[in-house]
């Protein structure tokens, strides 16, 4: 399994352990409330996913650069859904 499966698996175990829905932990890693997760948030979930702290910064900017579609650097409900719906459909 490579890095990227590795990384994808862990946040799909943070998830389906510690949240009853992708709901939640999306709310609860949106520790301004503001309803987008900013790259300092997705380093805090990848910390909780246990990612190691040396790639975290490169992984969340290459999540943002992946899902955000709006442009805005950030990663809003749809587009962290989208995520959690990749990450689901590569772990089967």
Do not use: C
């Not at 399994?1 to 939640?24: A, C, V, W, Y």
């Not at 790259?39 to 990848?46: A, G, P, Q, S």
Request: negative net charge; glycine residues 8%.
């Amino acid at each position: 399994m490579g890095r990227k499966e590795d990384i994808l698996n862990k946040i799909q175990i943070l998830i389906t352990n510690h949240f009853d829905t992708p709901e939640q932990a999306f709310a609860f890693f949106d520790k301004d409330g503001d309803g987008k997760l900013s790259k300092d948030e997705i380093k805090r979930l990848l910390k909780q996913a246990e990612i190691s702290g040396f790639i975290r910064g490169i992984v969340s900017s290459k999540l943002i650069e992946g899902y955000d579609t709006d442009g805005d650097e950030l990663i809003d409900w749809e587009e962290f859904k989208l995520a959690i719906d990749e990450i689901s459909d590569e772990s089967k």
